[in-house]
């Protein structure tokens, strides 16, 4: 039988599995013990104040959004390259959705393109780390601050990624909220954190996820039995549980080594794909020196125009699965009449061009030889 290639593939093992048997015996499902362990061990990892777990990265920006005042009209800033769920909350909130354009280089929002969106009505920025990448949070904080812009920064790809050695999450000056997907570096199947360092913000997000209920379940075991339930805030049922903390507290502590391991499988893209981006039919997206990144996915920008989706049927033939990380907004059948993409030149030209392969921690070096070998014979192929 051929082998399959896979895109992306959660890289467990034996612990979490009886980590997650241990939580189904011990008779308590939901928030409570495991999900405050997970979120002090979140804290300690990337030295912010406030980490709260929450069952998904797109109620975490929903819930960023409301905690933080949106109110129906607001104008917010975001690029098209994004995961839908975050236009889609924009949209359902009544917010009017700004399009902004990103740097080729990248794959990222640079701070001359958040500037030229920038209107009297923009209340809000939410960017994302293009596969893990590193923002210039720094310079778009500094221009959002002069405007009184708040900034939820979407990292849900970027857990581990660090700008001038200080992680992504600790940062002042934004919200940051993260992914816990099947198919990001750490998983629990499903869910996500928020990371603060305003204490304020982090208890109001508390309760609103919490139903507005000002203590949660846990919390409300060791009060006496006979109890009044009292919301304080118009909330919503957006809280983790101890099963998916279980997988999770497992996985945050292998982040470092699953980093260590993607760096090792990148390094072999470059030297494999060598010959392709130095005769430039290839390019790869670039990271600042300073910085590091999570090494979410493995994107190439191919210089060839309309050569992409050859190239992945190519691929797909020999069992090597690809992807599109993303499609722009502007693309989506829902969104063509509401939103306008032309403007968003280099978005346009990377969605035509990019493609994602595989990489995750169980690919083997001799598996990225294969890879890299079919997509040289594609081009060998082609002249």
């Given at each position: 039988m051929k082998k399959i290639y896979k895109l992306s593939e959660p890289y467990i093992d034996n612990k979490e599995i009886r980590n997650v048997v241990k939580v189904l015996k011990s008779g308590w499902l939901t928030s409570g013990p495991?999900?405050?362990?997970?979120?002090?061990?979140i804290r300690k990892k990337i030295k912010t104040?406030?980490?709260i777990a929450v069952n998904s990265a797109t109620s975490g920006?929903?819930?960023c959004l409301v905690a933080m005042g949106a109110k129906k009209g607001d104008e917010v800033i975001t690029p098209s390259n994004t995961y839908i769920s975050t236009i889609n909350t924009i949209y359902n909130l009544g917010l009017k959705i700004s399009l902004c354009d990103i740097e080729l280089s990248t794959g990222n929002v640079n701070e001359a393109e958040f500037s030229k969106k920038i209107t009297k009505k923009t209340k809000f920025f939410i960017p994302i780390h293009n596969g893990g990448n590193p923002l210039n949070l720094n310079k778009l904080v500094q221009i959002a601050k002069k405007n009184k812009i708040k900034i939820i920064d979407d990292a849900a790809t970027a857990f581990g990624s660090k700008i001038n050695n200080k992680y992504v999450g600790s940062f002042n000056d934004t919200v940051t909220v993260f992914s816990l997907h099947a198919n990001k570096l750490v998983t629990s199947g499903e869910g996500g954190f928020i990371t603060t360092n305003n204490n304020k913000l982090a208890k109001k997000i508390r309760i609103l996820i919490n139903s507005g209920l000002d203590k949660d379940t846990w919390n409300r075991k060791n009060t006496k039995n006979y109890r009044i339930l009292n919301v304080g805030l118009p909330?919503?049922?957006?809280?983790?549980?101890?099963i998916l903390s279980s997988i999770a507290i497992i996985q945050i502590k292998k982040i470092d080594k699953i980093i260590k391991y993607r760096k090792k499988l990148k390094d072999r893209y470059l030297k494999k794909l060598n010959s392709l981006i130095t005769n430039r039919i290839i390019?790869?997206?670039?990271?600042?020196?300073t910085d590091i990144s999570a090494l979410y996915n493995f994107l190439i920008?191919?210089?060839k125009i309309n050569v992409r989706d050859k190239v992945a049927k190519f691929l797909q033939k020999k069992k090597i699965y690809s992807t599109i990380h993303y499609t722009p907004a502007h693309k989506h059948s829902f969104y063509k009449k509401k939103l306008n993409g032309s403007n968003l030149i280099n978005t346009n030209y990377f969605f035509k061009n990019s493609l994602s392969l595989p990489f995750h921690n169980n690919l083997t070096l001799r598996d990225i030889d294969f890879i890299t070998f079919q997509i040289k014979k594609f081009f060998n192929e082609k002249k």
């Open positions: 495991l999900t405050l362990k997970l979120e002090a061990q104040k406030n980490v920006i929903f819930i909330g919503y049922k957006f809280n983790f549980n101890d390019e790869i997206p670039s990271v600042s020196k920008l191919f210089k």
